[in-house]
C-alpha cells in the first residue's frame, strides 16, 4: 500500500536559505511513516518500539517557504530479514525533489535489544512493485578525525522511547558546521546515517568529522561521527554529499 500526506512549509520549517532543509524533511519523513502505521492499524505490543538503524536521503532540490510538499511511503516486503525497509519518495507538485529509504527493527524498551516482528499479521501493508533502489549501507567507523563540536543531550533531543530521536543527530551535524560554510551555499544532495547506539538524557557526545574527504567528480562526500565521551563508543556515522554552490539552495 503507498501511502501519501501532504504538509505546507511554514517560517518555522525553513533554514537561513528560506528551504526546508534536511531537518525538516528528516521530521516529514519521520511522521508520515508513523502516520501510515497508524492508518494500516500497525501497532507494536506493549513494552516494544520501533527503532531505526541507517537511513539514505537523497535530494536534487528542497522545498522553499510556501511550498506545499507531498510526500509518498510504502513498507518492502520483510523476506525474513529482521529489518523492515520503507521507501519514501518527496513531490513538490509533479516535480519530484527526491527518494529516502530508511531500515529500521522493533525493540524491546526495558531490555533496549532488538526482538522479532510478527509481520505475518499485516499480509496487506507490503508493497511488491515500484520499490526504490536504494539500501542504506555500512558507513565504517573513521579512525582519523578532528573534533568539530560537543553536545549534551538534553531534554528537547529525547522522544516516546526515551532516547534521542533520529532527526536530531543530523541537526547535530549541521550544527557543528561552520556558519560560514553553510552561508557559501554548498547544495547538499545526500545525507546517510548509520545509528550504532542509543544516546540518553545527560550524555555527551562529541561531534567529530573524517579528515579524509572522498570526491566523485564534483561530488564531495564528507564523513561524520558522533563518539559518546563517557564510553568513548561511537553511537553513529553519517556522510553529507554535497555539489558546488547552486542557485537553488
Given at each position: 500500500m503507498?501511502?501519501?500526506?501532504?504538509?505546507?512549509?511554514?517560517?518555522?520549517?525553513?533554514?537561513?536559505?528560506?528551504?526546508?532543509?534536511?531537518?525538516?524533511?528528516?521530521?516529514?519523513?519521520?511522521?508520515?511513516?508513523?502516520?501510515?502505521?497508524?492508518?494500516?492499524?500497525?501497532?507494536?505490543?506493549?513494552?516494544?518500539?520501533?527503532?531505526?538503524?541507517?537511513?539514505?536521503?537523497?535530494?536534487?532540490?528542497?522545498?522553499?517557504?510556501?511550498?506545499?510538499?507531498?510526500?509518498?511511503?510504502?513498507?518492502r516486503?520483510?523476506?525474513?530479514?529482521?529489518?523492515?525497509?520503507?521507501?519514501?519518495?518527496?513531490?513538490?507538485?509533479?516535480?519530484k525533489?527526491?527518494?529516502?529509504?530508511?531500515?529500521?527493527?522493533?525493540?524491546?524498551?526495558?531490555?533496549?535489544?532488538?526482538?522479532?516482528?510478527?509481520?505475518?499479521?499485516?499480509?496487506?501493508?507490503?508493497?511488491?512493485?515500484?520499490?526504490l533502489?536504494?539500501?542504506?549501507?555500512?558507513?565504517?567507523?573513521?579512525?582519523?578525525?578532528?573534533?568539530?563540536?560537543?553536545?549534551?543531550?538534553?531534554?528537547?533531543?529525547?522522544?516516546?522511547?526515551?532516547?534521542?530521536?533520529?532527526?536530531?543527530?543530523?541537526?547535530?551535524?549541521?550544527?557543528?558546521?561552520?556558519?560560514?560554510?553553510?552561508?557559501?551555499?554548498?547544495?547538499?544532495?545526500?545525507?546517510?546515517v548509520?545509528?550504532?547506539?542509543?544516546?540518553?538524557?545527560?550524555?555527551?557526545?562529541?561531534?567529530?568529522?573524517?579528515?579524509?574527504?572522498?570526491?566523485?567528480?564534483?561530488?564531495?562526500?564528507?564523513?561524520?561521527?558522533?563518539?559518546?565521551?563517557?564510553?568513548?563508543?561511537?553511537?553513529?556515522?553519517?556522510?553529507?554529499?554535497?555539489?558546488?554552490?547552486?542557485?537553488?539552495?
Open positions: 503507498v501511502f501519501s500526506e501532504e504538509y505546507k512549509v511554514t517560517s518555522f520549517m525553513v533554514n537561513l536559505r528560506g528551504r526546508a532543509g534536511l531537518y525538516t524533511i528528516l521530521n516529514l519523513v519521520q511522521d508520515i511513516g508513523w502516520q501510515h502505521a497508524m492508518k494500516m492499524g500497525v501497532q507494536l505490543p506493549k513494552g516494544q518500539g520501533w527503532v531505526f538503524t541507517r537511513q539514505k536521503l537523497v535530494m536534487t532540490d528542497w522545498p522553499k517557504y510556501k511550498d506545499n510538499v507531498t510526500l509518498r511511503t510504502w513498507l516486503e520483510p523476506g525474513g530479514n529482521p529489518f523492515l525497509l520503507r521507501d519514501y519518495e518527496i513531490f513538490v507538485g509533479d516535480r525533489l527526491g527518494e529516502c529509504t530508511s531500515t529500521f527493527t522493533v525493540f524491546d524498551t526495558t531490555t533496549r535489544k532488538m526482538v522479532a516482528g510478527d509481520w505475518s499479521r499485516f499480509p496487506s501493508v507490503w508493497q511488491t512493485e515500484g520499490t533502489p536504494h539500501v542504506p549501507g555500512k558507513i565504517a567507523i573513521a579512525t582519523d578525525t578532528e573534533d568539530l563540536a560537543q553536545f549534551e543531550v538534553r531534554n528537547s533531543d529525547i522522544d516516546l522511547n526515551n532516547h534521542v530521536n533520529n532527526t536530531r543527530y543530523a541537526q547535530w551535524v549541521l550544527d557543528a558546521i561552520p556558519i560560514e560554510i553553510l552561508r557559501q551555499g554548498a547544495h547538499l544532495v545526500g545525507y546517510e548509520n545509528f550504532l547506539s542509543e544516546m540518553k538524557i545527560g550524555d555527551v557526545v562529541h561531534l567529530q568529522k573524517a579528515k579524509a574527504e572522498e570526491s566523485d567528480g564534483d561530488r564531495q562526500r564528507i564523513q561524520f561521527q558522533g563518539t559518546r565521551a563517557a564510553d568513548g563508543k561511537v553511537a553513529f556515522t553519517a556522510v553529507l554529499t554535497t555539489l558546488p554552490e547552486s542557485p537553488t539552495v
